[in-house]
């Protein structure tokens, strides 16, 4: 008999790497299996339920829980390429079996969020390129010296673009979340100043998204390096500017 392998694909919302792996019908059985990232802060789990049906738990780039699906065996094993989407955004979270097909719609998904980073830019009223995270840094155990020793001063002046405006930022998953979710804001006019006046500017840093008041100058700077700067302004009713 002819073992039906599957691979799976996936984005991992803590360290931005795409994860792959694959799983056959017999791994499926009992507690089921799992493909996790290698930094060990999300995994892919899936185990054969009830009727042939396969259940899959996918952690999610935009929302703080995993998603839980329930599928049939012959979409799960027949097909050359199957995805499924956050509920929420729409947007396809993992990606699963031939392995050619799945990686190459795992590299059209990141053009797309990327594009949405770009458009949340657009929006926020700034040329997409204006602001670069692509500094040269020397890196000790994951985080900037030389961008701290900078802080320490006074901010410096953000260079013109050298290279991929997400890649190069300190988080580029919670980054482009963060922009998703500023928008949303936006949207639902909830992004105000202590002015009182309307409207914002918005510059990308290196590890932060700053919102400054066209009118008075006031500064909201949003940190954008964990899942819990995600998490504090997804908690919040609305972006307040302060003066």
């Known amino acids: 008999m002819k073992i039906q392998i599957v ?3 996936y984005r991992c919302p803590a360290c931005s790497k795409d994860v792959m792996g694959e799983v056959d019908l017999f791994e499926l059985g009992g507690e089921g299996t799992s493909i996790p990232c290698d930094c060990g802060e999300s995994e892919v789990s899936l185990m054969l ?3 042939g049906k396969i259940k899959i738990s996918v952690p999610c780039l935009f929302c703080p829980e995993s998603h ?8 799960f094993f027949e097909r050359d390429l199957f995805t499924l989407a956050c509920k929420y955004t729409s947007v396809d979270i993992v990606f699963m079996g031939d392995p050619t097909h799945v990686l190459n719609a795992l590299e059209e998904s990141e053009k797309q969020l990327i594009e949405m980073f770009r458009e949340a830019m657009d929006e926020a009223g700034e040329e997409e390129q204006e602001y670069d995270c692509s500094h040269d840094y020397d890196w000790d155990e994951g985080r900037d010296q030389h961008y701290q020793e900078e802080k320490s001063d006074e901010e410096p002046a953000i260079p013109q673009p050298t290279g991929d405006l997400i890649g190069a930022c300190a988080n580029p998953t919670v980054t482009m979340n963060l922009m998703y979710l500023v928008k949303e804001f936006a949207q639902d006019q909830k992004i105000r100043c202590d002015c009182g006046k309307e409207g914002y500017n918005l510059q990308l840093g290196y590890d932060h998204i700053q919102l400054t008041c066209p009118h008075c100058g006031g500064v909201r700077r949003i940190n954008s390096v964990t899942e819990n700067d995600l ?8 972006i307040r500017i302060r003066r």
């Open 231 to 238: 998490y504090a302004l997804a908690d919040q009713d609305e």
């Open 7 to 9: 691979a799976i694909a």
């Open 49 to 51: 339920g009830a009727e």
């Open 68 to 75: 839980r699906y329930q599928l049939a065996g012959v979409s």
